[in-house]
């Protein structure tokens, strides 16, 4: 069941590299993605991979997005690129959209969202936040 975000609802966002559920939770967000989500990843990484990308910590503020349930995951980069990823079972209730609003309190400054020209709803929520189109890359595989 979806459960829609309201001023009611208390949104934190906890540190992925302390929080004990947090390889299990980025793990389901990979696993969840769906091909019209995808910038980078081309397969799915093993849990090993997965364990070892965490432990390198790569980027400097990750979080996981908690809600009453841990509900999805953000991040922000050393180039303040964003990036968010909700659990299919609550993604359309704004909590991504929240969280991003949240980073950007808690990291003010500039912030870049690479998406998938595809990814419509994500495309569509950054916009709504005020982000505006930048570009468009292309690369040769």
């Not at 995808?38 to 432990?55: C, D, T, V």
Request: include cysteine; glycine fraction near 8%; aromatic fraction near 12%.
């Amino acid at each position: 069941m979806e459960m829609a975000f309201d001023r009611s609802t208390r949104m934190r966002l906890i540190d992925a590299y302390t929080h004990p559920e947090a390889v299990d939770l980025l793990w389901q967000l990979l696993y969840e993605r769906e091909p019209h989500q995808n910038i980078s990843h081309k397969r799915l990484p093993s849990l090993k991979e997965h364990k070892a990308f965490i432990a390198n910590k790569p980027y400097p503020h990750w979080y996981l997005i908690d809600c009453g349930d841990l509900v999805g995951a953000t991040y922000l980069t050393w180039r303040r690129e964003v990036g968010i990823g909700i659990l299919r079972r609550f993604r359309g209730s704004a909590y991504g959209r929240h969280a991003v609003m949240e980073l950007g309190r808690l990291h003010p400054g500039p912030m870049y969202a690479n998406i998938n020209p595809a990814n419509r709803s994500s495309i569509d929520m950054f916009r709504d936040l005020g982000f505006t189109h930048l570009q468009n890359t292309y690369g040769l595989p």
